[in-house]
């Protein structure tokens, strides 16, 4: 997983907006909000977005507490909504954020499928 953390950290580098996106929760959740034009999504309906994708190990309790932090996101009743601003700031510069946040979505995805023979053997 720290490999993952420093190649993400040098490809967040090249994007200021990003900045504050730390986590690679963070960083799925709010793909999934700029791929889909919302500025809310419900935990269940994420979920089952992962759950089609393929992509596990989400913790969007986290993601979602973290999200909230920013300006005045809100995560209530298992439903996050980012700020207007945020959500505006993201969607204004989307042709280059969303394919920067998919850049890390597919290496993160690449490296734990690279992991996962590993894992395989250990519960053997």
Do not use: G
């Amino acid at each position: 997983m720290q490999l993952i953390t420093i190649i993400l950290n040098n490809i967040e580098a090249e994007s200021s907006l990003l900045s504050d996106i730390t986590t690679d929760d963070e960083r799925i959740v709010l793909y999934y909000i700029l791929s889909h034009k919302v500025r809310k999504v419900s935990k269940s309906k994420i979920s089952k977005w992962l759950q089609q994708e393929e992509i596990h190990n989400v913790d969007l309790d986290n993601a979602f507490d973290l999200l909230s932090c920013l300006n005045n996101s809100d995560y209530t009743d298992d439903t996050f909504a980012l700020d207007i601003q945020s959500f505006r700031r993201y969607t204004k510069n989307d042709p280059s954020v969303l394919p920067e946040l998919k850049k890390m979505l597919m290496i993160i995805l690449k490296l734990l499928i690279a992991d996962l023979p590993i894992c395989l053997s250990l519960t053997k």
